[in-house]
């Protein structure tokens, strides 16, 4: 089995086929969740699952993120100075940056669970 890490694979987590693979991915998925996330054995048992989960979230925030850039300026106007805004919404666009880029590593590592043959979605 390759042992190889596709662009955007994140770091922390082994390359799929490696010996250590699905602990690594466990362990950085259940960091991309909410900690209460943690207590659900089912989570643990199914990696696939927690994958899924983590996609969900994450997908969540990349969509909270695009709300608050949208409605940030006529949400802010009159209680923050205009610079004040316009760091909000650079700090908008940063996050939203590193969140597509964790949506993506995320499903990479869904991909990688499902295995050598999944499809990648």
Known sequence: M????????????????SERFEDTAMAWLLE???PEYRRYGVLRRYPLALARM???????????????????????AGV???????AVLDTYRREGSRLAALAKAAELVETALRGPHAAVR
């Open 2 to 17: 390759s042992t190889h890490a596709p662009p955007g694979w994140p770091p922390e987590v082994h390359p799929p086929g």
């Open 32 to 34: 991309l969740v909410p």
């Open 54 to 76: 983590a996609c969900h979230h994450i997908n969540a925030d990349v969509e909270a993120a695009r709300q608050g850039f949208r409605t940030a300026r006529i949400e802010l």
């Open 80 to 86: 923050v100075p205009p610079h004040g805004i316009e």
